[in-house]
């Protein structure tokens, strides 16, 4: 069966590495991290995995441009197996940010995912900082990838500002989310869980009762997690081989064919 992990992140950090355990607790430790594609490649194919979607940890602890042009160059070293994925920043500072220079620099490049950090970055997600933008972005069905690491507000802020917009929560921590995520899953169409954080027992297949198996996408959050750990919580989620399928690689492939640049 085909796998696509829909988060990785290449680029060395510093030696301890922050990993979520909980809103508001981060954990440092030391993990095993891939310095570059050549390095990231390696994981993917002892695990399995097929196609990945890529970030550079530079976006958010150097600089968002440098680590967008860094993401881009090594994914471009097997463009066949690893999808960039960009960070963005308000328009209104940074007018390359603004959609109309944004997006053909994304089809340019092969961009097809976003991701935002705005506390590490300094900026508010919300329509009064980044309004232009965001509505650019729900209208072309782009994927923003968000954390809720520094806390879950401008989670539920920025989707009910923008109840359209297509957004995939990573890094959540390894406590139960179910509090936090099921408001969301149920009231908006386009939200979206990675798996990376989803190791307790019964989790996946909880959510696919729930809400549908079209709700939800493989991904590691490598090197937060190992590329090992959620696949196997995933395989072994005692779920209907359709719905299997739909987490592994169908439903990323639905969402970057429905996006419009």
């Avoid at 097809?112 to 997600?125: G, H, I, T, V, W």
């Amino acid at each position: 069966m085909k796998m696509i992990d829909c988060s990785c992140a290449i680029g060395y950090k510093t030696l301890n590495y922050e990993v979520v355990n909980h809103e508001h607790l981060l954990v440092r430790e030391k993990v095993k991290q891939a310095r570059d594609a050549e390095e990231l490649l390696a994981e993917l194919d002892f695990c399995g995995i097929a196609q990945a979607v890529v970030s550079h940890n530079a976006m958010a602890d150097v600089d968002p441009d440098y680590g967008n042009r860094l993401v881009v160059e090594e994914t471009a070293k097997a463009p066949d197996r690893l999808l960039p994925s960009w960070t963005i920043l308000p328009p209104v500072t940074e007018r390359q940010y603004a959609p109309e220079a944004l997006f053909p620099a994304m089809k340019k490049n092969g961009v097809k995912l976003l991701r935002a950090y705005p506390q590490r970055n300094r900026y508010m997600l919300n329509r009064v900082a980044m309004g232009e933008l965001l509505s650019a972005v729900s209208d072309a069905r782009i994927p923003l990838f968000l954390s809720p690491s520094e806390g879950w507000e401008p989670v539920y802020d920025v989707l009910q500002e923008f109840p359209e917009l297509t957004v995939i929560l990573c890094n959540y921590g390894l406590w139960s989310h179910a509090r936090l995520t099921f408001p969301l899953l149920r009231s908006y169409k386009n939200f979206y869980i990675e798996t990376g954080d989803m190791q307790a027992a019964g989790e996946i297949k909880e959510i696919c009762g729930k809400f549908g198996s079209e709700r939800l996408l493989f991904g590691s959050e490598f090197p937060s997690n190992a590329i090992g750990g959620p696949l196997a919580c995933l395989l072994g989620s005692g779920i209907k081989q359709e719905e299997l399928e739909n987490i592994a690689f169908k439903n990323a492939e639905r969402l970057l064919g429905e996006v419009s640049l």
